[in-house]
């Protein structure tokens, strides 16, 4: 009997201890499936799920791209898009690539966005349906895993309720293929050409091993996609045609849904131009955006924040989300960061935030006006128009990093008189700007046809300049669609039928955008325009010219930024190396003698060719002479033409 008590006293220790052990061991956070969904016309598209543990019906996470948004493990190039985060916080997740791509069926063309939003809107019906789900969609990603979400959300039913797309290119014509309408080259080429084929072939790109139906679907999209590549497609589609008459920001105006967007300003992959279609393109009342100097991929928004965002329109919860500020800026955020929400690497901690209820933070324009001998001022224009000369082409030092952010070209040498420069005296104030600038030149050349390069940068008290923007344009592509462009964004058609070519020698006025951006000058510094040739990373003309600049007289050369008069830096001046994507290099030129204290534009030169706006002072003036000659009873016949180019 002894024993048999001790047996049992064992046994019952044994059974405890594995109770116990069970009990120590942590809750599996989540349960992974794969599989397919079949559109409409047959086409099956490979996912990736992820379910919080235990039962019930969660909100959903939608995350669509063609990369590896469906892959269960690690691929060639990056890793599975659908983490633990997400099941760990009540969501569950799908990653779904898109047709093409993956192990989904069909052909993949980028530029046909309403075919593969289709796709997208059977899926968020789709994911309604499952037992799992609560019928609450939301979408997230970075890049085209972000621009996707705007074609989706253009034509998804109710059920997806909120996207969040960060540094996106709806635009794929400026956003990324020709900024000003120069072809990015390097970046098409390695988008297209390499890292479409290797995403595509990889079987480790969706878990292959094993799976006959995405052997199938690789072995039947090779051929199709090789002919519709964008490496080759968007190389033979110079200007905006019907070849782009597709992509997605055609169907920006049917996005209503609530949006949370970001982007950084030194993205040098796809440009940070879509900080502007959150007020010109969505719905400001149901759209937010938060800002960060930085790279692609560098997005500084908090795990906070997001959750937020999706548990007040996934989840319905009250937590007072409509209260956000519209604009989110961090200030001279870091390089250092840890792990992101998905697969990203964060930056570190911002030196510090403002927020705005406006997405143009209530900036005024601020002219500055380019002298000879290399001196930004907001004095008159010279009487004497004088011309300066540069010569073209050269390799640019006057960009921060290439499309990788591999490295940096910020401190090259500069081979003397391939680049000219216009340089404030030091600021008297600290002097903050925000969003798009304009640099309104008056430019001639020897050649046809030009490329330009713009490159903002502060030039420091310490001696060293620091990189802050760029913009670019090809001359020939000049023309304005006037209803798109305000005095601080220049918006150019890059039609064929608006192509003009230069005559030599002949000075041409040049509206190029200054990509938007954010930066404070601290008092002391200089503001600094660069121009010169576009970095290797564009397809630049290689035709040899001199190109020259004209200044004053009846050429009034000038750059406009948004400034907001007041704003003072948040913290002292940061070690030169330490504020992320924004490199430094010893000043090569100097700074003009004096001080410059910032102030409100005056009078509208007669030079300077606006935005399409009149002057206050010059209506003023216009109804007088109205009022006058009617007192007069001499008819009023038109505009007097020292006003007319004002309208």
Not at 106 to 114: C, L, Q, S, V
Request: hydrophobic letters at 40%; glycine letters at 10%.
């Amino acid at each position: 009997m002894a024993a048999v008590r001790a047996r049992s006293r064992r046994g019952g220790f044994l059974l405890f201890a594995i109770l116990w052990l069970t009990l120590l061991q942590p809750a599996a956070a989540e349960v992974r499936r794969q599989g397919y969904i079949t559109l409409r016309d047959g086409v099956t598209l490979h996912y990736n799920l992820a379910l919080p543990a235990g039962q019930g019906n969660f909100p959903t996470v939608f995350i669509y791209d063609p990369y590896e948004a469906g892959a269960a493990g690690n691929g060639p190039v990056t890793r599975p898009y659908v983490t633990s985060f997400w099941a760990e916080h009540g969501y569950a997740a799908i990653g779904v690539n898109i047709r093409g791509t993956g192990c989904s069926g069909g052909t993949f063309r980028a530029e046909d966005a309403p075919e593969w939003a289709q796709d997208g809107a059977e899926v968020v019906d789709w994911i309604a349906a499952q037992p799992w789900s609560n019928g609450s969609v939301g979408m997230f990603g970075i890049s085209f895993t972000g621009t996707s979400q705007f074609a989706v959300a253009a034509l998804a039913s109710p059920h997806l309720k909120a996207i969040a797309p960060w540094q996106v290119f709806p635009d794929f014509y400026r956003d990324m293929a020709y900024p000003g309408g120069i072809y990015n080259s390097v970046f098409v080429t390695g988008w297209g050409l390499v890292s479409r084929p290797l995403l595509q072939s990889s079987g480790a790109n969706a878990g292959a091993l094993g799976d006959v139906q995405c052997l199938a679907n690789i072995l039947q999209s090779l051929v199709p996609n090789l002919a519709a590549n964008v490496g080759v497609q968007m190389l033979l589609h110079p200007y905006r045609d019907d070849y782009w008459s597709r992509d997605p920001s055609t169907l920006l105006p049917a996005v209503r849904l609530p949006a949370l967007g970001c982007v950084t300003w030194q993205d040098s992959t796809v440009t940070s131009r879509a900080a502007d279609l959150f007020a010109d393109d969505l719905m400001p009342d149901r759209s937010w955006l938060v800002a960060n100097n930085g790279p692609h991929g560098g997005c500084a928004v908090a795990q906070d924040m997001l959750l937020r965002f999706y548990g007040r329109y996934l989840k319905g919860e009250a937590n007072g989300w409509e209260r956000t500020p519209r604009l989110t800026v961090h200030h001279e955020v870091p390089p250092q960061g840890d792990a992101n929400i998905e697969r990203w690497t964060a930056p570190g901690r911002p030196a510090w935030t403002t927020t705005h209820a406006r997405f143009d933070g209530g900036v005024q324009p601020l002219r500055l006006r380019l002298q000879a001998g290399g001196r930004l001022d907001q004095e008159p224009a010279a009487k004497e128009e004088q011309v300066e000369r540069y010569l073209y082409p050269s390799v640019s030092a006057n960009t921060a990093y290439d499309w990788l952010g591999a490295f940096s070209r910020w401190g090259w040498p500069q081979l003397p008189g391939t680049t000219l420069s216009y340089t404030t005296p030091p600021l008297a104030q600290d002097a903050e700007f925000l969003g798009s600038g304009s640099a309104d030149l008056w430019m001639s050349a020897l050649a046809t046809d030009m490329d330009v390069q713009l490159t903002l940068s502060e030039v420091r008290p310490d001696g060293q300049e620091m990189y802050i923007q760029n913009g670019w344009l090809r001359a020939s592509h000049r023309r304005l669609d006037e209803s798109r462009s305000t005095r601080l964004r220049p918006w150019h058609t890059h039609l064929s039928a608006d192509a003009e070519a230069l005559r030599p020698g002949e000075p041409v006025l040049l509206r190029i955008q200054m990509l938007p951006f954010n930066h404070v000058f601290r008092a002391g510094s200089s503001i600094r325009l660069a121009i010169d040739t576009p970095n290797l990373d564009h397809g630049a003309r290689l035709v040899p010219s001199v190109n020259a600049v004209h200044l004053g007289g009846a050429h009034d050369s000038l750059l406009v930024l948004g400034w907001l008069p007041g704003a003072r830096a948040g913290a002292p001046l940061p070690d030169c190396m330490a504020v992320k994507d924004q490199p430094c290099r010893a000043d090569r030129a100097g700074v003009p003698d004096g001080s410059l204290r910032l102030s409100a534009d005056r009078v509208q030169a007669s030079g300077d060719s606006g935005g399409g706006a009149l002057d206050p002072l010059l209506l003023i003036l216009l109804l007088a002479a109205l009022l006058r000659r009617q007192r007069r009873t001499v008819p009023f016949v038109g505009i007097p033409g020292a006003l007319r180019r004002q309208v």
